[in-house]
């Protein structure tokens, strides 16, 4: 079985730190994702990244950035957090390969408070 | 941009009962993939069911199955002879045929489980 973990279940960081929710898969997928859940909102992308040291985008990067040095690791870094960061974080990944309907596979998600 | 909309935030049914829940998407492509995600309360989000746009045939998996319709842009999910263990948040999801493989979420329905 595809196993995405994410270093922590809950997190309390105090406004203004720089934070780092770790993600690691083991299946040799290409692609890795950072979504934010709200209540209300559903899940929105913040990130993603196709390949090792390539990054993309998502719906809502602002006050985020992130790295993928390695093939299985992707890190979500909260530059200075702040209290509107408080959310569910979640990670995922897929195999990568186009024009076959893979699945994408989570982690079972860090909450994060900031104080 | 495509947009997923679910328009039942909270629904439940009785023990052994069947019930829909409901998705809506918006997209100019003419090939992609549909999908429902289950979450528990465990947090852990699970592939519940896959569509894909260029089959006419609605995806069946044990007692989940979809009514997909691709003219209407509608794509619900029956659960029938509902269990307790059915309980939890479901997202609706669309993901691009080709390219990056990022997902496009609803914003969510809890279903709850009478006994």
């Known amino acids: 079985d595809v196993k995405v973990t994410q270093s922590s279940r809950y997190l309390v960081k105090r406004t203004g730190e720089k934070v780092f929710l770790e993600c690691v898969q083991d299946?040799?997928?290409?692609?890795m994702f950072w979504y934010r859940q709200d209540p209300g909102l559903g899940l929105r992308l913040i990130y993603f990244s196709y390949d090792v040291k390539m990054k993309e985008k998502g719906d809502i990067p602002e006050g985020y950035s992130v790295s993928r040095e390695k093939k299985e690791r992707f890190s979500l870094i909260l530059e200075s957090a702040s209290t509107n960061q408080t959310s569910m974080y979640l990670c995922?990944?897929?195999?990568?390969?186009?024009?076959?309907?893979?699945?994408?596979?989570f982690g079972q998600g860090t909450r994060l408070t900031v104080v | 941009a495509q947009t997923v909309t679910q328009s039942q935030p909270e629904m439940s049914v009785q023990e052994a009962e069947t019930v829909t829940l409901s998705c809506t998407y918006d997209?100019?492509?003419?090939?992609?993939?549909l999908f429902w995600y289950k979450q528990p309360p465990s947090r852990q989000m699970i592939l519940v069911i896959r569509q894909e746009a260029y089959k006419q045939q609605n995806a069946t998996e044990n007692r989940f199955s979809v009514n997909f319709q691709k003219a209407a842009k509608s794509f619900s999910l029956k659960i029938s002879d509902s269990q307790l263990g059915d309980a939890a948040m479901y997202f609706c999801a669309y993901r691009s045929a080709g390219g990056n493989e990022k997902l496009t979420f609803g914003t969510g329905t809890r279903l709850t489980i009478i006994p």
């Open positions: 995922a990944s897929s195999l990568g390969w186009d024009g076959v309907n893979t699945e994408a596979f």
């Open positions: 997209t100019s492509e003419s090939d992609y993939y």
């Open positions: 299946m040799d997928h290409e692609n």
